[in-house]
């Protein structure tokens, strides 16, 4: 028998036998797949504990954002509470000066005071009034709205401060160029103002429905003493 044909015991080392070799070749090939088998389950095993590390990781960032965001939220809704509970807040009160005159031209005029008070707790800042009056219609809402808009700016000239508690009387002289056909008149008008700390705008708008006792206006004279205005829709405060 040739050495290259020698048989080979289990765990034999025979270097000149050519069968030895073949199966010291076949271990080493099967205990390599073995050991690549265990690398790739290792390797999976890495990856899904990893995906898995990631994915709690991107759970954990998430709940820290909704976390900070529902902080955030409830930061502000204290914020504003204590704005809305320390702030000033403008109120008003509408009476007459003067009769309701109607004159042959068809025009009508009437002198007003608009009574405004601070029933917040600091000073509204740099307070002033406007007012007009319109034709009665079935809806003033949008016409409040327009003329608040319009006059929604910052007057440091013609204006005042108002403390908490305190009231002062504006007089306006009101008319209408036109009153044929019109029967009622509406009183429209904004208080626009500023609060502390940080000097922000805010508005009283109102909306009265001007008229006498027995509901008539603008067909007859109205004395000073029965002249009424009614609360109408349209009105706001922000």
Known sequence: MSPLEEPCAP?????????????????AASEGATWTARTFWLSLLGTLFGAGTLVAAFMAARYAKHA??????????????LIASERAWITV???????????RA?????????????????PA????????MIPSKVDHRADVKAYADEHRVSNDTWSRTVLPGESYDRGWGL????VEGVLYGVVIGCVT??????RALHQTAFCYYVGGRDH????????????????????FAD
């Open 93 to 103: 009160g509408l009476h007459a000066d003067s009769p309701i005159a109607i004159e």
């Open 11 to 27: 765990g034999q080392n025979l270097r000149s036998s050519d069968l030895c070799a073949q199966w010291k070749a076949a271990d």
């Open 175 to 178: 008319g209408l160029d036109e």
């Open 68 to 81: 900070a965001q529902e902080a955030r939220r409830s930061a502000d809704i204290a914020k504003d509470a």
């Open 216 to 235: 008539a206006f603008l067909n007859r004279d109205i004395p000073k003493e029965e002249v009424t205005f009614t609360v109408a829709t349209g009105g």
């Open 193 to 198: 103002y500023e609060t502390l700390p940080d």
């Open 125 to 132: 800042l740099n307070a002033h009034t406007s007012m007009t």
């Open 106 to 122: 068809g025009t009508c005029s009437l002198s007003v005071s608009l009574k405004v008070t601070n029933i917040g707790r600091t």
